[in-house]
């Protein structure tokens, strides 16, 4: 029996203009699994989360998400999106802007446990432009899955922030994964690989290689996953 995913990407290409930003990628994510994206800066990354929550178009290919091709709207409620750059209202409170996302979502009822979950409940009053840009990551996070979603979709979340929250950050994404949410992650900072389950190795808009971070390894020949990752890239180059 073939398998559902939550996430399947097909052999996806994507140009802006005469630029190729994704040349056929192939990728698939299962229910509750945390699958991270790595690749370095312009490697694709942000337009493939683009392609998998709809808001762009794939030239060639097709992105399905719960068993729906996308674009699709119906699907949008399902999906929660940490973009890369902070979209916060600066002027609103963070209860405010929780729950004007909850609000967009009909998930009004989810508003105290997302605030909670990343510790601002006690500042859910604080104006987020008075806030340090770790606790904004955070208010950005609770923005992005304050209505449950079924797939939450993590666009360099970690990017910025201290040691201390990077740690915290994982623990709340574990703890959703293991209550069924899946999730993809960007990231090119490698220290962050062997958090995620399965990895997808991105360059010049194309998946240099995929696995577990111990699979990684073994194809890179390196117990170091940046140099096993140098490695991959540096073969398909020549
Ligand atoms: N809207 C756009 N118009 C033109 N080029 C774009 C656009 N979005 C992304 N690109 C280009 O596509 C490539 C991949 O970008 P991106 O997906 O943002 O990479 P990453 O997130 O991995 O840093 C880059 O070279 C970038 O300049
Ligand atoms: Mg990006």
Not at 49 to 63: F, N, S
Not at 102 to 128: C, F, H, M, P, T
């Amino acid at each position: 029996m073939s398998e559902t995913y939550t996430v399947s990407v097909e052999d996806v290409s994507k140009s802006f203009g005469a630029f190729k930003a994704l040349n056929g990628v192939t990728l698939r994510v299962r229910q509750g699994e945390i699958y991270g994206l790595l690749g370095p800066n312009g490697a694709g990354k942000t337009t493939l989360i683009r392609l998998i929550c709809g808001l762009l178009e794939a030239h060639a290919g097709t992105v399905t998400v719960l068993g729906q091709r996308m674009p699709n709207v119906g699907v949008l409620r399902h999906i929660g999106y940490m973009t890369q750059q902070a979209a916060l209202y600066p002027a609103l409170s963070v209860e405010e802007n929780v729950r004007f996302f909850a609000a967009i979502n009909g998930a009004e009822d989810g508003v105290k446990e997302a605030l909670e979950l990343v510790q601002l409940y006690d500042r859910r009053g604080s104006v987020v432009a008075t806030l340090s840009g770790g606790m904004r990551q955070r208010c950005s996070l609770a923005c992005a899955l304050v209505h449950r979603p079924e797939l939450l979709l993590l666009d360099e979340p970690t990017v910025g922030i201290d040691p201390q929250l990077r740690v915290q950050f994982w623990e709340y994404f574990r703890s959703m994964a293991a209550a069924g949410t899946t999730m993809v992650v960007s990231s090119h900072v490698m220290d962050e690989a062997d958090r995620c389950q399965r990895l997808g190795l991105i360059q010049y808009g194309r998946l240099l290689a995929e696995g577990t971070p111990a699979e990684i390894r073994g194809q890179g020949g390196s117990q170091n996953l940046e140099e096993a990752f140098l490695a991959l890239a540096g073969r398909r180059e020549s």
